[in-house]
């Protein structure tokens, strides 16, 4: 990326978080870079490519994080587990790019140059490849089986669905509005533990501690990013700690 799309798009980021898609505009981006909206329009075609471009931005940021995950050792579905807490920090650490990611769906691809969109779409097959290679990990040592004519794009839609819809809703407060969430992080990945046990993936939580599972990967991958979500010293919030009371028995 060259130095006038960089400051281009930091002006268009700054805009976009502050009033949102329709407080965007070409014209007020150019005000912004002390140029004309003209040659906003030599850079980009519209403020849709614009989105798209910040999408990718953001995106290729929590594909490093989760790379990170993916690196744990441990089983996969612990690794898995691991990916799904990259997005779970990026999310609650870097609020705005979720939010940017989100917001290139639908007709802002639509409106997108081809080169511009295929250049998304190419992040997110970095991204997605990373849940791929896990699945078929899982595959190949037996620890999980596909029955019923289930394929991995099946598992991976599931799985990477549960876990990106979920953030969405939580962007827009759903949790706080329409329902009673103490945690919904939380809840995201005890639900994504439930599907894999339906899955038959193993080890079942029946057979595996993937509480105590979660706290490794935040210590040995994830230490910094996890303090400053929990705090210093503090390795997961009071939901976590009273579902493990829970069920220890005491």
Do not use: C, F, N
């Given at each position: 990326m060259n130095e006038r799309d960089a400051a281009i798009l930091g002006v268009a980021r700054e805009l976009f978080l502050a009033d949102g898609y329709y407080g965007l505009t070409m014209e007020r981006i150019g005000t912004q870079c002390g140029v004309s909206k003209g040659t906003i329009y030599h850079y980009f075609s519209c403020k849709e490519e614009i989105v798209?471009?910040?999408a990718e931005v953001s995106l290729?940021?929590?594909?490093e994080l989760m790379r990170r995950g993916a690196q744990f050792s441990g089983t996969a579905r612990e690794r898995m587990l691991a990916l799904g807490e990259a997005v779970c920090l990026f999310t609650q650490l870097n609020p705005g790019d979720s939010r940017i990611i989100h917001?290139?769906?639908?007709?802002l691809r639509e409106k997108t140059p081809p080169l511009r969109l295929q250049s998304l779409v190419h992040a997110e097959q970095e991204e997605l490849g990373l849940l791929r290679r896990i699945i078929e990990s899982a595959l190949g040592s037996g620890d999980l089986e596909l029955k019923y004519g289930t394929t991995v794009d099946e598992v991976l839609f599931g799985t990477w669905g549960l876990v990106d819809g979920a953030y969405a809703l939580i962007e827009g407060g759903v949790h706080t509005t329409s329902l009673s969430l103490l945690d919904p992080f939380d809840s995201v990945l005890w639900f994504w533990n439930s599907a894999a046990d339906g899955y038959g993936?193993?080890?079942?939580?029946?057979?595996?501690?993937?509480a105590e599972s979660l706290i490794r990967v935040r210590k040995e991958v994830f230490?910094?990013?996890?303090q400053k979500v929990f705090g210093e010293?503090?390795?997961?919030?009071?939901?976590?700690?009273?579902r493990r009371i829970a069920e220890s028995g005491l």
């Open positions: 798209i471009a910040l290729r940021k929590r594909t917001s290139a769906m639908g007709p993936w193993r080890p079942l939580t029946s057979e595996w501690d993937y230490a910094e990013e996890a010293g503090k390795w997961h919030g009071p939901v976590q700690s009273r």
